[in-house]
């Protein structure tokens, strides 16, 4: 199964969803967080919209950086979070199945509810180095 990079950023998206749900529900001052966050919506949002081809997808990211400017170290840091996320799906066909059936995670939440109320624990887990 051949993954396209907007495939992988509408996955990411809903990743990202969940992550503002459990960034929601810490007792902390999350400001930082959800500036980050804001940054990598953006570029994933980017992504889908402009859908560039798997060969360009690395220059498509640099050219997103390019266009902040001075003030780019966020965005470089978000961007080369989601071409390591490209590396791996690339690789892992159980993180490319998981990414491209957007992301099932309990943590995520829709206008107050989970998604279905049904559990996701365990559907996907990191591989260990032999």
């Known amino acids: 199964m051949r993954l396209t990079p907007a495939e992988l950023c509408r996955g990411l998206l809903g990743a990202l969803d969940a992550s503002e749900g459990r960034r929601r529900r810490r007792s902390r001052n999350t400001t930082a967080d959800s500036i980050g966050m804001e ?10 919209r402009d859908a560039p081809d798997a060969d360009d997808f690395e220059r498509w990211l640099l050219e997103q950086c390019i266009a902040e400017g001075e003030s780019d170290g966020a965005t470089r840091a978000m961007a080369l979070f989601i071409w390591q996320q490209w590396l791996f799906a690339s690789e892992a066909d159980g ?6 059936r957007g992301a099932p995670s309990d943590d995520r939440e829709r206008e107050g509810e989970r998604d279905g109320g049904a559990s996701t624990k365990g559907e996907w887990q990191c591989p260990r180095p032999a």
Do not use: D, K, M
Not at 95 to 100: D, P, S
């Open 95 to 100: 993180y490319r199945e998981w990414i491209t």
């Open 39 to 48: 940054i990598q919506r953006s570029l994933l949002e980017g992504a889908v």
